[in-house]
């Protein structure tokens, strides 16, 4: 599949410059800026590394999802794309979608609880950015479940027509 170079390779590229940040971030940006901040709110006690760990596990989830894109890209340039070996990484994709989904629904409950229960920091505006992210969390992963679905039905109807063929 040889046509699909001129996006394959832009693709990857950028999937390369999105890793290396992510680790730039995980490794000194966000463990530098999270302890900065414990240290000019101890009251704050022990939230900023309750942050810190959550970022850290985004991160995660999302260098797992570039992994196995760039896996998927690999299927698609060898035109294999279609075969059970794609499901694995697709399967794994969702998953780190869903681990990410639900540590921020987690986190923004236990977020809005807070806000809602102490009088002080009570904006509105707080809880339906967390509930908005939530939701959209939500759509992309209920996504990637109907994209997976459709890959399903595409390799079937592939190796029926190899077969006819």
């Not at 170079?5 to 999937?15: C, Q, T």
């Not at 035109?79 to 059970?84: A, N």
């Not at 908005?132 to 592939?158: D, E, N």
């Amino acid at each position: 599949m040889q046509k699909m170079d001129w996006v394959v390779v832009p693709l990857r590229v950028l999937l390369v410059m999105v890793f290396i940040g992510l680790l730039v971030a995980q490794f000194l940006s966000l463990p530098g800026e999270f302890r900065q901040q414990a240290e000019e709110h101890p009251e704050a006690g022990w939230m900023p590394w309750l942050l810190l760990t959550f970022a850290i596990l985004e991160v995660v989830c999302i260098q797992i999802v570039i992994v196995c894109t760039w896996r998927l890209l690999t299927l698609v340039r060898s035109d294999r794309i279609f075969s059970e070996e794609s499901f694995v990484w697709v399967d794994v994709i969702m998953w780190a979608m869903v681990a990410a989904w639900l540590l921020l629904a987690s986190l923004s409950a236990y977020l809005v609880g807070i806000i809602y229960f102490t009088p002080e920091l009570r904006d509105p505006g707080t809880p339906i950015l967390l509930t908005g992210m939530v939701l959209i969390g939500g759509v992309v992963v209920l996504t990637i479940v109907v994209l997976r679905a459709l890959l399903r039905q595409a390799t079937v109807l592939r190796t029926d027509l190899e077969e006819v063929i």
